[in-house]
Protein backbone atom coordinates (compact mmCIF):
# COMPACT_ATOMS: atom_id res chain seq x y z
CA UNK A 1 0.00 0.00 0.00
CA UNK A 2 1.30 3.37 -0.89
CA UNK A 3 2.16 5.76 2.21
CA UNK A 4 0.56 9.51 2.11
CA UNK A 5 2.84 12.40 1.38
CA UNK A 6 2.35 16.08 2.66
CA UNK A 7 3.21 18.13 -0.36
CA UNK A 8 3.15 22.09 0.14
CA UNK A 9 2.98 24.45 -2.65
CA UNK A 10 4.59 27.63 -1.69
CA UNK A 11 3.87 30.80 -4.55
CA UNK A 12 6.52 33.69 -4.29
CA UNK A 13 6.48 36.84 -5.41
CA UNK A 14 9.35 39.36 -5.58
CA UNK A 15 11.22 37.59 -2.90
CA UNK A 16 7.82 37.55 -0.45
CA UNK A 17 5.71 34.25 -0.03
CA UNK A 18 2.36 34.92 -1.40
CA UNK A 19 -1.19 33.44 -1.60
CA UNK A 20 -3.81 33.82 -4.59
CA UNK A 21 -6.81 33.20 -5.59
CA UNK A 22 -7.10 31.85 -9.71
CA UNK A 23 -4.17 33.83 -10.06
CA UNK A 24 -5.44 37.27 -8.61
CA UNK A 25 -6.15 38.95 -5.21
CA UNK A 26 -2.66 38.40 -4.24
CA UNK A 27 -1.63 38.68 -0.30
CA UNK A 28 1.72 38.94 0.81
CA UNK A 29 2.19 36.43 4.09
CA UNK A 30 6.08 36.67 4.68
CA UNK A 31 9.43 35.36 4.41
CA UNK A 32 8.76 31.81 2.24
CA UNK A 33 12.18 30.71 4.04
CA UNK A 34 10.84 30.92 7.22
CA UNK A 35 7.47 28.82 6.27
CA UNK A 36 9.77 26.67 4.78
CA UNK A 37 11.45 25.82 7.30
CA UNK A 38 8.72 25.82 9.58
CA UNK A 39 6.95 23.06 7.58
CA UNK A 40 10.00 21.03 7.21
CA UNK A 41 9.98 21.16 11.05
CA UNK A 42 6.41 20.27 11.30
CA UNK A 43 7.31 17.04 9.32
CA UNK A 44 6.67 18.31 5.79
CA UNK A 45 7.78 15.37 3.09
CA UNK A 46 8.06 17.48 -0.20
CA UNK A 47 8.05 21.16 -1.21
CA UNK A 48 7.02 22.83 -4.21
CA UNK A 49 8.44 26.14 -4.80
CA UNK A 50 6.91 28.77 -7.46
CA UNK A 51 8.12 32.16 -7.98
CA UNK A 52 5.22 33.34 -9.79
CA UNK A 53 5.74 36.28 -11.62
CA UNK A 54 9.43 34.69 -13.03
CA UNK A 55 8.11 34.22 -16.31
CA UNK A 56 5.27 37.50 -16.85
CA UNK A 57 8.24 39.77 -15.84
CA UNK A 58 10.73 38.03 -17.93
CA UNK A 59 12.95 37.47 -15.49
CA UNK A 60 15.12 34.23 -14.16
CA UNK A 61 13.64 32.95 -10.63
CA UNK A 62 15.48 34.26 -7.30
CA UNK A 63 18.48 31.73 -7.20
CA UNK A 64 19.26 33.42 -3.76
CA UNK A 65 16.34 32.64 -2.83
CA UNK A 66 16.31 28.97 -3.60
CA UNK A 67 19.43 28.41 -2.12
CA UNK A 68 18.68 29.79 1.46
CA UNK A 69 15.35 27.25 1.35
CA UNK A 70 17.55 24.56 -0.08
CA UNK A 71 20.08 25.21 2.94
CA UNK A 72 17.04 24.93 5.62
CA UNK A 73 15.00 22.06 4.23
CA UNK A 74 16.48 18.43 3.80
CA UNK A 75 13.48 17.11 1.67
CA UNK A 76 12.19 16.77 -1.84
CA UNK A 77 12.49 20.57 -2.79
CA UNK A 78 10.56 21.20 -6.73
CA UNK A 79 11.25 24.59 -7.74
CA UNK A 80 9.71 26.67 -10.82
CA UNK A 81 9.19 30.04 -12.40
CA UNK A 82 10.99 31.47 -15.41
CA UNK A 83 12.71 28.17 -16.41
CA UNK A 84 13.37 28.92 -19.85
CA UNK A 85 16.35 27.15 -20.85
CA UNK A 86 18.83 24.08 -19.74
CA UNK A 87 20.89 26.48 -18.34
CA UNK A 88 18.40 27.76 -16.28
CA UNK A 89 17.19 23.98 -15.60
CA UNK A 90 20.76 23.51 -14.12
CA UNK A 91 21.32 26.85 -12.07
CA UNK A 92 18.48 25.18 -10.11
CA UNK A 93 19.82 22.15 -9.25
CA UNK A 94 22.94 23.92 -8.44
CA UNK A 95 21.03 26.45 -6.11
CA UNK A 96 19.65 22.78 -4.18
CA UNK A 97 16.46 22.12 -5.82
CA UNK A 98 15.85 18.14 -6.64
CA UNK A 99 13.47 18.78 -9.56
CA UNK A 100 12.64 21.53 -11.71
CA UNK A 101 9.38 22.47 -12.90
CA UNK A 102 8.50 23.60 -16.48
CA UNK A 103 5.30 25.53 -17.37
CA UNK A 104 5.06 28.21 -19.21
CA UNK A 105 8.36 27.82 -21.58
CA UNK A 106 7.17 24.19 -21.91
CA UNK A 107 3.71 25.19 -23.59
CA UNK A 108 5.51 27.84 -25.68
CA UNK A 109 8.13 25.07 -25.98
CA UNK A 110 7.50 21.35 -25.53
CA UNK A 111 10.84 20.32 -26.64
CA UNK A 112 12.37 21.55 -23.52
CA UNK A 113 10.59 19.12 -21.58
CA UNK A 114 12.69 16.18 -23.32
CA UNK A 115 15.73 18.55 -23.54
CA UNK A 116 15.61 19.00 -19.69
CA UNK A 117 14.71 15.24 -19.12
CA UNK A 118 17.74 14.06 -20.91
CA UNK A 119 20.13 16.77 -19.37
CA UNK A 120 19.35 16.76 -16.26
CA UNK A 121 17.38 13.74 -15.73
CA UNK A 122 13.27 12.75 -15.99
CA UNK A 123 13.04 12.09 -12.34
CA UNK A 124 13.90 16.08 -11.80
CA UNK A 125 11.79 17.14 -14.36
CA UNK A 126 8.37 17.95 -13.95
CA UNK A 127 5.51 19.50 -16.12
CA UNK A 128 3.25 21.84 -14.31
CA UNK A 129 0.22 23.36 -16.24
CA UNK A 130 -2.19 26.10 -15.34
CA UNK A 131 -5.78 25.55 -16.91
CA UNK A 132 -8.77 27.73 -16.42
CA UNK A 133 -12.39 26.24 -16.95
CA UNK A 134 -13.94 27.50 -20.31
CA UNK A 135 -17.11 26.15 -22.64
CA UNK A 136 -15.87 22.82 -23.71
CA UNK A 137 -15.24 23.43 -27.41
CA UNK A 138 -13.14 22.33 -30.18
CA UNK A 139 -9.79 23.69 -29.11
CA UNK A 140 -10.60 22.88 -25.63
CA UNK A 141 -12.79 19.52 -25.50
CA UNK A 142 -11.97 18.67 -22.17
CA UNK A 143 -13.68 22.34 -20.83
CA UNK A 144 -10.22 23.53 -19.56
CA UNK A 145 -7.97 25.80 -21.13
CA UNK A 146 -3.94 26.29 -20.85
CA UNK A 147 -2.60 29.27 -19.42
CA UNK A 148 0.79 30.72 -19.09
CA UNK A 149 2.70 33.63 -17.22
CA UNK A 150 0.84 33.16 -13.57
CA UNK A 151 -2.65 32.98 -15.64
CA UNK A 152 -1.95 36.05 -17.91
CA UNK A 153 -2.31 34.60 -21.00
CA UNK A 154 -4.56 32.58 -22.50
CA UNK A 155 -3.69 29.90 -24.91
CA UNK A 156 -6.84 28.90 -27.09
CA UNK A 157 -6.41 25.35 -26.56
CA UNK A 158 -6.34 22.04 -24.13
CA UNK A 159 -3.29 21.03 -22.61
CA UNK A 160 -3.90 17.93 -25.25
CA UNK A 161 -0.88 19.34 -27.56
CA UNK A 162 1.89 18.96 -24.79
CA UNK A 163 2.25 15.36 -24.86
CA UNK A 164 5.58 13.67 -24.81
CA UNK A 165 6.07 9.61 -24.98
CA UNK A 166 5.25 8.09 -21.87
CA UNK A 167 4.09 11.45 -20.46
CA UNK A 168 0.44 11.62 -18.79
CA UNK A 169 -1.09 13.98 -18.79
CA UNK A 170 -4.97 15.27 -18.29
CA UNK A 171 -7.96 16.65 -17.09
CA UNK A 172 -9.21 13.68 -15.94
CA UNK A 173 -12.11 13.69 -17.99
CA UNK A 174 -10.11 11.35 -20.36
CA UNK A 175 -10.21 13.43 -23.22
CA UNK A 176 -6.62 14.52 -22.76
CA UNK A 177 -4.66 12.24 -21.45
CA UNK A 178 -1.81 11.03 -23.68
CA UNK A 179 0.20 8.19 -23.42
Same mark, same amino acid.
Not at 6 to 22: H, I, M, P, R, T
Not at 76 to 99: C, H, N, Q, W, Y
Given at each position: ????????????????????????????????????????????? !? %??????? &???? +???????? #??? =?????????????????????????????????????????? !? %??????? &???? +???????? #??? =??????????????????????????????????????????????
Amino acid at each position: MLSKRVVACLDVKNGELSKGVQFVATEMLGDPVAKAKAYYEDGLD !E %LVFYDIT &ASSD +QRNIMLDV #VQS =VAQEIFIPFSVGGGIRTLEDAAGLLMAGAEKISLNSAAVLRP !E %LIKECAQ &AIGA +QNTVLSMD #VRA =VAPNTACPSGYEVVINGGRKAMGDGCHRLGAPRLRVGCGRGCCELD
